[in-house]
């Protein structure tokens, strides 16, 4: 099943890390998190992506052109008399990647719209946010928006907390602490889409279509929306703090994404 990526938005400035690059291409460890999303897809089998650019999209697109390069050690000889020498294989995928232009001032609706053509042959596909991150289980994902038939199938997740949330006694005794945690209360969506190809029609490619708002609206009027509820790691990356979070959970061996 092909894997579409919002990967076209300003975004939200993530200052000291972030001023000069688009946000899917914010490092986690040693990668973009965006190749940590598609890795993520791509360990359950789906590794056709259609990446919708727009601002810095050529960063994303040199990255790609030139993978082996930005993820290996080489040897160059800059006379041209023998290739370049490659010193590792890790960065041997096996994915396949569209980079399609979407429009620097693009919203969501549009970008998803300006990349119909390259799901007209997908009863189904996902679709998901380039900058954020989980361990959702995608096989079981793909089973519940088959089961049900509807338009499209939404990841609900429990939002991270912003706060340190403290549980104690009657007498203000600590007795627990989490530095990060997920509420217990309502779900918001966290990407990981699943459409059907009638998604289109619910969209057009206007320049300020926004995807969460009239699109979504309409999928539920219809009744033609359902919620996969996932109640397990989901992060995004939209603050210097969340950055250091999902780049410390990482160096400790510790990302519940990293199933490869």
Known sequence: MKVGILCGGYGTRIRDVA????????????YPILWHIMKYYAVWGHDRFVLCL??????????????????????????GKTPVQYHTDQAAETWT????????????????????????????????YGDGVGDI????????????GKILTVTGVRPPGRFGELQCTDKGLVTEFNEKPQTTGGRISGGF????????????????????????????RDNEMMVFKHDGFWQPMDTLREYKLLNQVYEEKNAPWVIW
Do not use: W
């Open 54 to 79: 727009g601002y810095k999209g050529d960063t994303i697109r040199d990255f790609f052109a030139n993978y082996r390069a930005h993820t290996t050690d080489f040897t160059i000889d800059l006379s």
């Open 193 to 220: 889409f699943v459409c059907r190809q009638e998604i289109f029609d619910y969209i057009d490619d206007r320049e300020d279509t926004v995807f969460e708002q009239q699109p979504l609206r309409n999928l539920v």
């Open 19 to 30: 001023d000069n690059i688009p946000k899917p291409m914010i490092p986690i460890g040693e």
């Open 137 to 148: 289980d995608i096989g079981k994902l793909i089973a519940f928006h088959n089961s049900h």
């Open 97 to 128: 990647v569209t980079l399609a232009e979407t429009g620097q001032h693009a919203m969501t609706g549009a970008r998803i719209k300006r990349v119909k053509k390259y799901f007209q042959d997908e009863e189904n596909f996902m679709l998901t």
